[in-house]
C-alpha cells in the first residue's frame, strides 16, 4: 500500500506542500483528477504531525461536498493505513455527515460534509480546537463551500491581526482555476501536481459517428426531423441488422436537401468542422438536435465498446435520475447485458442509499462488464478506481432562483469544459483509457462556458443569511459581498425579505427567537416553521413524517405505464380506515402532505409489527421506494433529535445514549399519548401547522382573491377560455404538479391551496399540494385588512376571505396573543407544548369546530 500511494503524483510534492504549510497560513493544492489529493494531503499533515510529537492535539478537518465521498474516503483512507473502519477503536480516522457518524475521542482526521462543519462554528465562532481545516473540491463553488471561504478569510484575517494560535486552511481545486482561490486569499501559494497516469484517447460525437457507423434515423428523438419528401410522400424504411443481432430500423433517404428549413437543420452544424468526415457523419451533424439525449446511440456505444474493447468499467454520465432509470431499463432489457449482465448496470446518485452506493467500487466476475450510469456525482466526489470508459452526455441538471419571480427551476444544461475535463479524467486509472464524448468539439472549444456557474450565484440565499445572523457576523449584504464572487442585490433583498415575513428577522435585521430556532434546523426555513408549530400545537409525529418527505423526495415511484394504478394506490391509502386520516371527508382527500402522512404510518405500523419482509410487500403493493421509507424514518428521528437539542421536546434518557434500538426512538416520537402528539389524529389541526409553516406558499382560486388582485392577475392568464379551477400565486397563474393527487381534481372544497415548492418548465407548477381552510389562514396568514362594510377579510393584500366583521378582529386579537405567546414558548422552550395555554387551546378548538362543519 505505501509503495501504490508513493507513486502517486501528489507524493512527489509531499515536501513542497508540508513546508509551504510551516511558512504560510493559507495554502492552495491543484491537483487534477487522479494525481491523489484528496486521500493524501490529510495523510501528510498527520503523519508529520504525529512525526514530530504533536500528534496528540492534532486535530484535522477535511470536508467533502457529498456524503458520500466524506464516507468512501474516510473508509479509503483508514484501509490505507491499515488501520481498523473509521470510528473503530485503534483508528485515528472517521467520518460525519447528515444521519451518520464514525468518530470517537481518539479521531484525529475527520472527513465531513460542509454544513457539519457550519454547524461546528455555532459552538465555537474560532474553531479553537481544530489545528487544520481542509477545503476539497473548492472549484464546485458550491452555496455552503463559499460561505465557508467567507467565514475562513475572515477567521485567518482575525488571527493574523491578534497574532493568536494559527489554524492552517488547505483548499484542495482540480481545476486551473486555482488562481482565483489563491487572489481571495492574499495571494497564498499554489502547489500543483500533475493529475492521471495513463493517457486518456477523445472521441467527440462526429469521432463517435464515424467509428461505430452510427446512422440517424429521421424517426429518432435526436433528430430535427423533417418527416416526409418534397412531395410529401412518407418515405420507406429499410431494415437493417446491426452486428449485435439487434434490429433497426432507419429512413432510406431524407429527401432534398435543399428544401429543408431552417428549423430542420442543426443551429450549431457548421461544415468545415466535418470535411474530413463520412457522407452519413456529415448527414447526422446536419439534421441533429444537440439539445435531445440520444438513447439509442448511448446502448450503441456501449454494446460496442463491450464487443470490441478491452476490460474496464464504462462509467456513463447522464444529468439526472430520471434518465439514469431510462438507460437502465434500456440496457437492462438489452439481451447483450440480460441475465447476471443486468445485476452490474448500477445507477449513481444522491438519492441512492449508501449501502446502494457502495456497490459502484466492486469488482464484478471476470466475464461481466460493469456500467455505472451516474449524475455529476462521480464527476469528482468519488473514484470509482477500474473505470476505463467513460461516456459523457455532456449535461446536467441545476438549480437556478429568479429573485424577481421567487422561482426555483431545475435547468438541465451543458456542462462546462472544467466540467468536461473532470468527467474526461475518471478514465485511465488503471490503464490507458477512452472518453467518449456525446458533444461536438465545436461545442466543447467555443461553446461550452469555461466554468460551472457558482450556486452563490443561482441559488436562494435564505438560510445562509440565518446563518450569518446565527453567528453574529454583522449585516446580511456587507457579509455576502465578501464572497468570491459576490451575488446580486436582488438576490439578498429576496432573501432577507422572506426572512421577515416568516418572522425570523425583525426590527434591524435582528434575529427573533423563531428564528434563533430556525437557524439550528439544517432544512429549509418554511420546514423549520412547520417542525416548531408541530411540537407546540400538538401534531408533531405527522409533521415530522412530513417534513422529512418535503425535505427529501416523494416515496411513489412511477414504473412505466402504471401511472393510472400508482393513482389508485394513493386514494386507496387515503381511505386506509386504520392509518389514513381519521376524517376521510373530501378535503382530507386533496391533500398529498397528509398522503405522505398516511403512507409512513401504515408502513411504521408493518414494519413494527410483521418486520421488514412485510413492509417492502406493502411498498410493493402501493407503488413505494423501500429505501425511500427508511430514509424518512431515520430523518425523523433526526428531526426528533434536533427539536430536543433545542429543548422543544424531551427524550427519555434511555434514548440519549448512543447504540438504543434503531426504530424504537421513532415509534416513541409516534407515541399518541406523548403531550406532543395530543391532536395527531385531527387533520384539521395537522393542514393549519402545513399552513403555519408553508406560508407565504399558497395559491388561491378565483373564489378566495379579492376583486382587485382577481382582475389584475386574469389579463396574464388563460383564464378566460378554460372550465377548469384556475389557481393563482398573487403573482400569476399557476397549475398543480400532475404527480400531485390533487392535479385531477375538479372542485375543492376551499379555494385555498398550501405548497412548499414551485418549479417553471413549460408552466408553472405547484409540486406537492394541500386544500386549506380559511381558519388556517385567519390564524397564520399574513397581515389582516378587515373591511367592515363588505364583511370580507383581505390578507397580504390578495386573499379574500368571507367573515363577520367581530370574527375577524378576534382572529386578529389571537394572531397577536400568540405571537407573544410563541416567543416566550421559543425562549422558554422547556414549556414548549403550548397546550396549557387558553389561547392556543381555543385556536385549536377554533379549527377542530371549522373541521367539524365540513364532516
Known sequence: MLNLRATLPIAARKGDILQLMKEHDVLVV??????????QVPQFILDDMIESGHGGYCNIICTQPRRIAAISVAERVA??????????????????????????????????????VLRKLMGDKNLSGITHIIVDEVHERSLLGDFLLIVLKNLIEKQSSKGSRKLKIILMSATVDSNLFSRYFSNCPVVSAEGRTHPVTTYFLEDIYDKIDYRLTSDSAASLTHGTSARGQILQRDVVTKSRGKK??????????????????????VPSCYQLYSEQTQQNMKRLNEDVIDYELIEDLICFVDETCSEGAILVFLPGMSEINCLHDKLVACSQFGGPSSEWIIPLHSTVVPSEQKRVFLRPPGNIRKVVIATNIAETSITIDDVVYVIDCGKHKENRYNPQKKLSSMVEDWISRANAMQRRGRAGRVKPGNCFCLYTRHRFEKLMRPYQVPEMLRMPLVELCLQIKLLSFGYIKPFLLEALEPPKVEAMDSAISLLYEVGAL?????????????????????????????????????????????????PFVYPKDEKQNVERAKLTLLNDKVD????????????????????????QRILTEKGTKAAQKFCNSVFLSSSVMFMIREMRMQFGTLLADIGLITLPKDYQKHGKKIGSLDNWLSDASQPFNIYVHHSSVIKAILCAGLYPNVAAGEQGIAAAALSSLKQSSSYANSHRTVWFDGRREVHIHPSSINSNSKGFQYPFL?????????????????????????????SINVQHQTGQVIIDGWLKLTAPAQVAVLFKELRLALHSILKELIRKPQNATGLNNEIIKSMITLLLEEGSTQQ
Open 79 to 116: 484501509d490505507e493505513r491499515c488501520e481498523p473502519s473509521p470510528g473503530s477503536d485503534g483508528s485515528l480516522i472517521g467520518y460525519q455527515v447528515r444521519l451518520d457518524s464514525a468518530r470517537n475521542e481518539k479521531t484525529r482526521l475527520l472527513f465531513c460534509t460542509t454544513g457539519i
Open 754 to 782: 398550501v405548497f412548499l415548492e414551485k418549479v417553471e418548465t413549460n408552466k408553472v407548477f405547484l409540486r406537492d399540494t394541500s386544500v386549506i381552510s380559511p381558519y388556517s389562514i385567519l390564524l397564520f396568514g399574513g
Open 30 to 39: 491543484c491537483g487534477e483528477t487522479g494525481s491523489g489529493k484528496t486521500t
Open 506 to 554: 425583525e426590527g434591524d435585521e435582528e434575529l427573533t427567537p423563531l428564528g434563533h430556532h430556525l437557524a439550528k434546523l439544517p432544512v429549509d426555513v418554511l420546514i423549520g416553521k412547520m417542525l416548531l408549530y408541530g411540537a407546540i400545537f400538538g401534531c408533531l409525529s405527522p409533521i415530522l413524517s412530513i417534513a422529512a418527505f418535503l425535505s427529501y423526495k416523494s
Open 580 to 603: 389514513g386520516p381519521c376524517n376521510t371527508n373530501d378535503i382530507d382527500r386533496q391533500s398529498d402532505h397528509l398522503l405522505m402522512m398516511t403512507a409512513y404510518k401504515k408502513w
Open 248 to 269: 433497426n430500423l432507419f429512413l432510406s433517404g431524407w429527401g432534398d436537401e435543399s428544401l429543408l428549413s431552417e428549423r430542420e437543420i442543426n443551429p450549431y452544424f
